[in-house]
């Protein structure tokens, strides 16, 4: 009996041994292969390879979406007859386009990217400030442009901001607006944080503080706001860190004079450009880009080419001049946004506001550069259809410019209804995808679809 | 039965009670070998207060009679029954037979002993002899068609190839199905470690266990109710192998050695077109189509000689390949310290082209030793092996029964032919494999006092795989470029546990109270790379990694996984007629986030013998064992990977030529373990005086919380994260087994055993299942094997041309709108028949394994490419009017979507193992100065009956790995 006492003792000590050490002993640090967010931001080199990170989809994006908004709208012909690219020629996209959820997917991934280097990066003291607010400042511009394009393709869209899962799950559309006054916040936030300079390495191809100024210029010409969309423009312009290239051949190479944010791709800058050497390309330049171009326009000849297969002639872009893929160092990279847009936009807002002679001088710089006379166009009306005309020559294949014009000054269906047999209004918004319907229960798809 | 009812009728003579009278009876109680028993019961007849014998075997019982009967009883033992009188003064001495009812065999469970009889739990045991038997050298390979509920499948029958262990059934959607394999209290690697960097060779995913000396084995058991697989908590859900080597015994020094030699082949050749049928296809496809074959299309009928023949299933598996094993052993010890040692070595040779081969050799030692007072023990198992496996970098399987009958190797300038693929250029492509595996373990156990002991075991196991291959410029194809490269890859496991135990047991009047009380820390730190040595000039020096012009990181990987846990159990045996058993374990895993790494198991099982009780042993006195138990439970699976709950960056994308990082995983800090709730009854009889033995067994177990990559949308940042699913998976099922000694005596000896089981699989619920990534692949109510494909209405008589069912009437056929289930590939039924025959000093084993289910079958070419086709396809249509179900050749695939005909049957027999064995009379070796002498013959896979049209039943659609290979050997085992 004193034994089972004694030894009895013994039982509660062994369960107190066991689980005093418990929590620790079934807990592990990360392996060295993987950092924890302190680890990565604590840091500055690995703080600056998680911020370039940010434009790794970025660029994937952006070359997809320019291909396949260029044949949604009247930019470009396509030989390819897949199902996918079919319905974007016919202006009649399915729920469940792969495309469509493709650049849904790509820029919701790079949110994640933005939200989780901001969350991550906020509470470490250790990195230099400057270099801290340089990376905080391209995740609110990487951000920002993420949902300025989400607003212009699908329309109402839910607005995640943090990393946390099962919350954003579940997350519910945001009206177009509000998401659109977030972009501004972040923009004006970033504009704030972001270097006049090109940050880390000097290239092009993360934004400045002009990156941010030039898509907030086109975020409030997007609100109609167009004083502050002009304030932006000028801003631009007269920083003197960007000049327009006479050479129009130079216009898309890397790091050129005109550039403000490029995107770095590792296959070459475009894959719009991959002409075979022989044979009928499969990206053309349609009749309606190619009779936009005034009699004279050097971008006709510069930025457009052609090629003839059995004695057909067939035009394609030829902004940029390198092949895919691109073997050594490349010498083109895919351009966003440069000056001469904002010249667009500065004359535009200028006409707006009523300062005709403004708008003519911006919108001839452009045309003098492209070799055509100055403007005959002299009431206000005359000039918008003049500056509209001159967004189209000069901006074919940017950024989604042509689709984004086309609604913003409500032609669209004017335009596009008599090329596409299928178009419909509801067509100026994509649908939102099935796949993401079916895993968000709050998520509504768009009218039409 | 005679001696039952005989029992029935004798009355003990009443004893003489004086009740002024007392004495102290004392006695010894011993084993057949006199070695004392401590813990044994010693009762007088007609009394309630037993005596229990101490450490040195020896009681001391008051009595209040002169004479009268003690009654003297011990697991494993029969019961004696001793009289005394007033003229043995002397103290008794007992000596206990054991008793050899397989009922009373020791069965191993976790952390203990118990014996069928009074097991709980359902667990299936492998013996030593049955492994021994078996010349394989993969101690997986032993559970096959031994074990009712264990489905073993061989899926690569090269050295080291990979054998796939299931006990139950599928109860996981995506976080594993393997069982827990503990090695002498350590758990190892149940996987390859091909996910941190390994190679893939032509023996497919490398089987750890294959590095374990199966004759260094005396058990291997496999527990698969709650009951007994409780216990290990949050890994047990798929059941437990514990395997548990040789230990040292009693007695003079032994000298063991054991000698074999022998040869293997491949069991299956798989069949395939001659050249004529061949030459006859390909020509046909062109014609049906109407098209002329030129010499980009059709190099086979254009440009190569029509009239030259290669049997290549032949040329790539047609050799025989010589095993040579050895085996010695010592061992000894007295009653304090027993020894064992033993030395294996292995030479395998190759039934592939070349000069591959396999080795394994290595030592294992233990050692036992317990103080006089038996009151400390301790015991150390130590246990080294090392292989060094020679085979081909790629499989060849497919190479080898595709490529053509004419297909020439080599061009007239005598470079390989690229025409096609050239699987002869790949036997250029070696690899070398070698592991390195050490397993420690010691216990040391101290009694506290009568019934109480404490013990402490420690482990640490380390297997590290080692690799190169080598790939050689011109064994590849050179439209591709190719330089001259070689892997380098490097993978160790390590793993450390310790665990403290108490273990009490008690005696009240009959009634055995038993429990225990332990913890478990264990370390798993798994490390790996591999590296690519690009452009070596000199052929010779590609191995060697120095002279490489470009050092290419492909993986690096490391992971640790830490575990801790309390556990328990506590067992009442109630006069041996009422048990029951309760476990518990709490359970850490550092795979789950904070919060969520502890978790709680438990299980209940109880068991009535019911022919324990004396009005069934009345009416019912042709049962001589009837038990009926049950028990209910919870277990975890948590095979899922480290740190998926830590949110972390890792190498991201090059951007502007640099190197980025980006964030791994959308972290989820609230999942953790399936959870797996099982239920068993099951009913055990025994006839005859426990000759025939009987289970049935019925379980259901309800695997929940399953672990998957839970599907988000893609706003959230990622398209899926580790989550738990509600979905359910079921595994009924009912297992019978049956084991009659038909014979026994002097003379001829017989015992048959049959295990068979019926398992049923089903997908019980899974919410959402249309939104999820698995909608086109499981079907709620349906068998998680289920295979969809196209339903074949028929093939047009007039055309040739088969007719699909439009499922949703839309005027085409698309996918997967008109998918229909085909079947699925678990199996219906599966089992084995052992029969073992003894006379004199001959004894033959002979074991059959069947299984009936179906599998995904090759798909034909029919004449499509340059390439052969299985034999099959000699019934497709070939000209207007021919009946049949496969449509004819032709030069375009018509539909690579599985259809109706492509599931077939894949049930087979296979004549497993047969052992014959001669042991010389006693006599002989007496004179010959031995202790014993056997001759041997053992034959493994030597005869399989399944479908002679289709690939092996084993290797599912002929694209897996090596069907199994059949081996003999003979050998000679000397005892010294």
């Known amino acids: ?75 470009l012909k396509t030989t390819t007859v897949s199902s996918v690219s079919t319905e974007f020629t016919n202006g009649s996209l399915t729920t469940g386009n792969t495309a469509v959820l493709s650049i849904w997917q790509n820029l919701y991934a790079t949110i994640y990217k933005a939200n989780a280097l901001l969350e ?15 990376c905080m400042g391209e ?44 972009v501004i916040l972040d923009l004006t936030e970033g504009q704030r944080l972001l270097p006049t300079a090109y940050p880390f390495g000097g290239e092009k191809i993360q934004a400045n503080r002009w990156a941010a100024a030039a898509l907030l210029a086109k975020a409030y010409l997007f609100n109609n706001d167009y004083v502050h969309a002009g304030a932006q423009a000028d801003q631009v312009i007269s920083s003197g860190q960007y000049n327009l290239l006479s050479n129009l051949n130079q216009v898309f190479t890397a790091n050129n004079a005109e550039a403000i944010l490029q995107l770095w791709n590792s296959t070459g800058a475009s894959t719009l450009n991959s002409v075979p050497s022989s044979g009928i390309p499969v990206y053309q330049v349609s009749p309606q880009l190619l009779a936009s171009f005034e009699t004279g326009d050097k971008r006709r000849t510069s930025w457009v080419n052609s090629v003839t297969v059995s004695g057909l002639q067939y035009y394609y872009p030829y902004t940029y001049k390198q092949r895919n ?125 | 039965m005679v001696l039952a009812t005989l029992c029935l009728f004798f009355k003990l003579p009443a004893q003489e009670l004086s009740p002024h009278f007392s004495q102290t009876l004392s006695g010894k109680v011993t084993d057949e070998r006199g070695k004392p028993l401590p813990g044994a019961t010693v009762l007088l007849q007609g009394t309630r207060v037993p005596a229990i014998t101490s450490a040195d075997g020896t009681f001391k019982l008051f009595v209040t009679v002169r004479s009268g009967t003690l009654t003297v009883s011990f697991i494993g033992f029969q019961k004696a029954s001793i009289p005394f009188d007033p003229s043995s003064t002397a103290p008794l001495s007992i000596q ?4 050899l009812s397989a009922l009373n065999e020791v069965q191993v469970i976790g952390y203990g002993t ?168 390909r020509r046909e496809a062109f014609s049906n189509d109407g098209i002329t074959p030129d010499i980009n299309t059709a190099p086979d009928l254009l440009k190569w000689d029509t009239a030259k023949s290669t049997d290549w299933q032949r040329y790539f598996y047609g050799k025989t390949a010589q095993v040579t094993t050895l085996q010695t052993s010592i061992a000894g010890g007295n009653d304090n310290n027993q020894y064992l040692f033993s030395l294996n070595y292995r030479n395998e040779g190759t039934i592939l082209p070349g000069d591959e081969n396999y080795k394994k050799g290595g030592g294992y030692f233990n050692f036992n030793h317990s103080s006089t007072d038996q009151r400390f023990n301790f015991a150390l198992s130590v246990n080294y092996n090392k292989d060094n496996n020679h085979t081909l970098y790629s499989a060849i399987n497919s190479g080898a029964f595709s490529i053509p009958p004419n297909f020439p190797v080599r061009n007239p300038d005598g470079s390989y032919n690229w025409d096609i693929s050239n699987p002869v250029a790949a036997l250029e492509q070696k690899q070398r494999s070698n592991t390195d595996y050490i397993n420690v373990s010691t216990s040391l156990g101290y009694k506290l006092f009568p019934g109480m002991d404490a013990k402490i075991s420690l482990g640490y196991n380390r297997y590290a795989l080692d690799q190169v291959a080598t790939l050689p410029q011109d064994s590849q194809d050179p439209s591709f470029d190719p330089l001259p490269t070689a892997y380098f890859s490097n993978s160790v496991s390590q793993r450390y546990i310790l665990e403290p135990q108490l273990n009490y ?125 049950g028990s209910y439970g919870t277990t975890g699976n948590d095979q899922i990977s480290d740190y998926q709950y830590i949110s972390s960056y890792n190498a991201g994308t090059v951007y502007g030529g640099t190197s980025t990082l980006s964030p791994a995983r959308v972290a989820n800090p609230d999942y953790s373990w399936e959870t797996t709730r099982k239920l068993e009854a099951a009913l055990e009889l025994g006839f005859i005086h426990d000759r025939i033995l009987f289970t049935t067994a019925w379980y259901r177990h309800n695997s929940s919380k399953q672990l998957i990559a839970y599907k988000i949308p893609y706003l959230a940042g990622f398209a899926s994260y580790q989550a738990n699913f509600p979905a359910v998976i079921q595994n009924t099922g009912l297992e019978l087994d049956l084991k009659v000694q038909a014979l026994s005596g002097k003379g001829l000896n017989w015992t048959s055993t049959i295990n068979l089981t019926l398992p049923k699989n089903k997908l019980k619920s899974f919410p959402n299942i249309e939104g999820s990534s698995y909608a086109n692949t499981y079907i709620v109510g349906q068998d998680l094997s289920v295979k969809k494909g196209l339903k074949l209405l028929g093939v047009d008589p007039q055309t040739g041309i088969a007719q699909f069912a439009d499922i949703n009437n839309d005027g085409k056929i698309t996918t997967p709108a008109d ?144 069907a199994p290979l059949k081996s003999i050997i003979f050998g000679l085992k000397t005892t010294l």
Request: proline content about 6%; overall charge positive; aromatic content about 8%.
């Open chain 2, 114 to 281: 118990t014996t069928k009889r009074f097991n709980t739990g359902s667990v299936a045991s492998i013996s030593a002899k049955e492994i021994e038997n078996q010349p394989i050298s993969n101690p997986l390979a032993a559970l096959q068609g031994r074990a009712s509920g264990v489905l073993v499948q061989t899926t690569n029958g090269l050295p080291g190839g990979g054998i796939k262990v299931q006990i139950r059934g599928q109860g996981s959607l995506a976080s594993g199905t393997d069982p827990l394999f503990i090695v002498d209290g350590v758990p190892f690697l149940s996987t390859s470690p091909y996910g941190s960097g390994a190679l893939n060779g032509a023996n497919g995913i490398i089987s750890p266990l294959s590095i374990i000396n199966p004759d260094d084995i005396e058990s291997i058991d496999i527990l698969k109710d709650a009951d007994a697989t409780a216990i290990y908590g949050s890994r047990a859900a798929n059941g437990v192998v514990l395997i548990t080597t040789k230990k040292g015994k009693k007695g003079g020094d032994r000298v063991t050695i054991d000698l074999s030699h022998g040869i293997s082949k491949i069991s299956r050749i798989s069949p395939v077109l001659g050249l004529s049928d061949y030459l006859k296809l």
């Open chain 2, 96 to 99: 206990l037979t054991p008793d």
């Open chain 1, 120 to 134: 991550g990066i906020q509470p470490v003291k250790s990195l230099p400030p400057t270099l801290k607010n340089t």
């Open chain 1, 139 to 182: 995740a609110r511009f990487v951000r920002a442009y993420c949902y300025y394009q989400l607003v212009n393709i699908y329309g109402d869209v839910p607005l995640v901001l943090t990393t946390a899962v099962t919350q954003n799950a579940k997350a519910a559309r945001s009206p177009a607006k509000a998401v659109m006054t977030r």
């Open chain 2, 505 to 629: 047991r008690k005696e009240i009047s009959g009634d055995v109270l038993t429990a225990l009380i332990g913890g478990t820390f264990q370390h798993v730190e798994n490390t790996g790379y591999t590296l690519e040595g690009d452009g070596v000039s000199n052929p010779a020096l590609l191995g060697n990694l120095g002279a490489a012009n470009t050092i290419v990181n492909q993986i690096n990987t490391y992971s640790l996984y830490k575990y801790v846990s309390i556990f328990g159990r506590v067992n009442y045996n109630r006069d041996k007629k009422y048990l029951i058993n309760i476990n518990f374990r709490r359970d850490g895993s550092s795979r789950f986030g904070p919060g969520k790494q502890f978790g709680n198991f438990y299980a209940i099982g109880g068991a009535w013998i019911f022919t324990e009780e004396n009005g069934i042993k009345r009416s019912l006195p042709f049962l001589s064992y009837g038990k009926l138990r």
């Open chain 2, 819 to 962: 998918l229909v289930v085909l079947g699925k590939t678990s199996p219906d039924l599966f089992g084995g028949w052992t029969n073992s025959f003894s006379y004199k000093g001959f004894a033959l084993d002979v074991t059959m394994e069947f299984v009936k289910r179906r599998y995904l079958g090759y798909q034909p070419l029919l004449g499509a490419y340059p390439y052969n086709d299985p034999l099959f396809v000699l019934n497709r249509w070939q000209k207007p009017g021919d009946v049949t179900d496969i449509p004819r050749a032709s030069v375009n695939i018509v539909s690579s979507q599985y259809n109706s005909t492509q599931l077939p049957d894949a049930s087979y027999g296979r004549l497993k193992n047969l052992a014959i064995s001669y042991t010389p009379k006693a006599a002989l070796l007496k004179r010959l100065g031995l202790k014993g002498l056997q001759l041997y013959i053992n034959g493994q896979n030597l005869w399989v009956i399944a479908n002679k049209q289709r690939f092996d039943p084993e290797i599912s659609g002929g694209s897996g790995g090596v």
């Open chain 1, 325 to 449: 893929p691109t073997t050594g160092p490349l010498a083109e990279y895919s351009t966003y946004i440069r000056l001469a847009e904002l010249y667009l936009i500065r004359g535009e807002s200028r006409l707006r506001q009523q300062d005709l002679s403004g708008a003519r001088a911006d919108l001839n710089t452009i045309r003098q550069r492209a070799g055509l006379p100055a403007t005959t166009a002299t009431t206000a009306d005359e000039l918008l259809t003049a500056i509209r005309q001159e967004r189209q020559a000069e901006l074919f294949n940017e950024g989604g410019n042509r689709f984004i014009d086309l609604k913003r000054y409500q032609t669209i269906d004017q335009v596009l209804s008599p090329i596409k047999p299928l178009w419909k209004p509801s067509s100026a918004l994509f649908p939102i995808p099935q796949a993401e319907i079916l895993n968000d229960p709050n998520l509504t798809q768009n009218p039409g679809y």
């Open chain 1, 1 to 75: 009996m004193k034994n089972i006492l004694k030894y009895g003792l013994l039982l509660p000590a062994l369960l107190i041994f066991t689980c005093t050490g418990c929590r620790k002993m079934a807990g592990t640090d990360l392996p060295p292969n993987q950092l924890t967010p302190d680890k990565v931001f604590g840091d500055s080199s690995s703080a600056v390879a998680a911020t370039a990170n940010l434009y790794t989809l970025f660029g994937t994006v952006d070359a997809n979406f320019i291909r396949y908004i260029g044949t949604y709208t009247d930019e």
